[in-house]
């Protein structure tokens, strides 16, 4: 056994997971229990979380099983030292209340409203937004420019089949706008969407 490196294993719960020792403990086998329970060092969150000064780096595993009201000040101290983690402790916080918006979870991580806007974290969000959005107001108008040539190509189009078309990523969008060039009504278009969606 000399010379072997220590093994860390790591496993975080966003809620609480009573069954989690148990489980572990009917998987190994016999004689790896037995190596489980000589050498493994046990490290219970909850109680670390109680321990004053923590490293940033040991304090982050700890937002998961922290209360609420301590979130904010635990979060404070994790960035005040290591502001890098920006990155990581608002997507744990994100992850553990998914029904927050952006803001809320800057909230929960005690971020004054002043700093929000400039927060690494908070700029990629921001810029994924955009993007997104960009991407949408696109798809979006492709469809509503080939919606108007397939109504002139092909006559009214039927409820299902405008939505239908309006569901099409932006690639399809184009791939149908050339298409649609070639069709003579609205069985071309039938046959295009049974292809192609």
């Known amino acids: 056994m ?3 490196q220590p093994l860390v294993l790591l496993e975080v719960h966003m809620h609480p997971n009573p069954g989690f020792h148990h489980r572990l403990s009917l998987g190994p086998t016999q004689a790896l229990q037995a190596f489980l329970d000589q050498q493994v060092v046990w490290l219970n969150l909850e109680e670390l ?6 490293d940033p780096l040991l304090n982050l595993p700890t937002l998961p099983v922290r209360p609420e009201s301590e979130l904010a000040a635990s979060s404070q ?24 918006s952006a803001e809320q ?10 700093e929000i806007r400039y927060t690494r974290a908070v700029q990629h969000w921001l810029v994924e937004g955009r993007q997104e959005g960009e991407a949408k107001g696109r798809q979006e108008g492709e469809a509503k420019v080939t919606l108007r040539q397939l109504n002139r190509r092909c006559g ?12 099409l990523p932006v690639d399809k969008l184009e791939v149908l706008a050339d298409a649609l060039l070639d069709f003579t009504g609205p069985t071309d278009l039938a046959a295009w969407l049974a292809a192609n969606t």
């Open 156 to 167: 009214p189009l039927t409820d299902a089949t405008t939505a239908q078309i309006q569901a």
């Open 77 to 100: 101290k994790i960035l005040a030292r290591r502001p890098d983690l920006d990155t990581v402790v608002l997507p744990m916080h994100a992850q553990r209340f998914p029904d927050s």
């Open 105 to 114: 979870i800057m909230v929960i991580a005690g971020i004054p409203r002043e």
């Open 49 to 54: 979380s109680h321990r004053p000064q923590l």
């Open 2 to 4: 000399q010379g072997l």
